[in-house]
């Protein structure tokens, strides 16, 4: 099994043997030793239902990207927040356009989040590195010239499941209407937002956070009732 740290972007080989079948292990992370959670029920069939489809193959650039800021050397102030306390949202935008990103700023401190604005896409896997977000609201062009190469989708899908499940992807996008499932699913995203419908953007996240936390809390209830979970 290929293991990727969600800190340190390290990525690793465990033997199969090794791992327990149908079990939650922890194991350190042998770069970092950030402590990774690797979800053995998760590779059951009945998985297939979740609605993050991760399937994309990573584009050559996009690897190299991932890669040098894999093995960059540490750097504290690359950490997007020195403390946090408990039950704090964090929100990570990906926007190029400053009216765009000024009226995001706006919406997503209304909601509470604290909000990471980096300026490119190597910023962004940077702060990544150090901090699991809640939110990450993603622009199709932010720092690459189309969507099937924007780095930070990239990342995202290679990220593990267990992981990915517990980060909201937004994309802003003009190629897809608003909440068309059908474009979420088939670019492994949460929602997608076209631009016209920007104004609207605080209303279309909150029903589709509600929606998505919904859909977790029943999944996670089947798993228990069949002993998966």
Not at 124 to 149: G, Q, T, W, Y
Not at 198 to 221: C, G, V, W
């Amino acid at each position: 099994m290929e293991v990727i740290c969600n800190q340190c972007l390290g990525k690793f080989n465990i033997s199969d043997e090794k791992i327990p079948s149908e079990q939650v292990v922890f194991i350190p992370c042998p770069r970092c030793k950030n402590r990774l959670t690797l979800d053995t029920r998760a590779q059951r069939p009945a998985i297939q239902n979740d609605p993050v489809k991760i399937v994309h193959p990573a584009r050559s650039s996009d690897k190299n990207l991932i890669e040098t800021i894999s093995s960059s050397v540490y750097d504290a102030s690359e950490k997007p927040f020195d403390f946090l306390g408990p039950g704090v949202k964090t929100a990570l935008a990906c926007e190029s356009d400053p009216a765009i990103l000024s009226k995001l700023r706006f919406v997503l401190k209304q909601m509470g989040y604290h909000t990471v604005e980096p300026p490119n896409a190597s910023d962004a896997l940077k702060k990544m590195r150090f901090h699991a977000f809640d939110l990450i609201v993603l622009n199709e062009l932010f720092d690459c010239p189309s969507l099937d190469d924007n780095p930070i989708l990239t990342y995202l899908n290679d990220v593990m499941m267990s992981v990915r499940r517990n980060i909201f992807l937004a994309l802003i996008t003009t190629r897809f209407r608003t909440m068309d499932n059908m474009a979420a699913f088939n670019k492994s995203v949460n929602v997608v937002i076209h631009l016209k419908n920007l104004d609207e953007i605080a209303k279309i996240l909150r029903r589709s956070i509600d929606e998505n936390l919904a859909f977790y809390s029943i999944f996670q209830e089947l798993l228990a009732k069949t002993g998966k979970g």
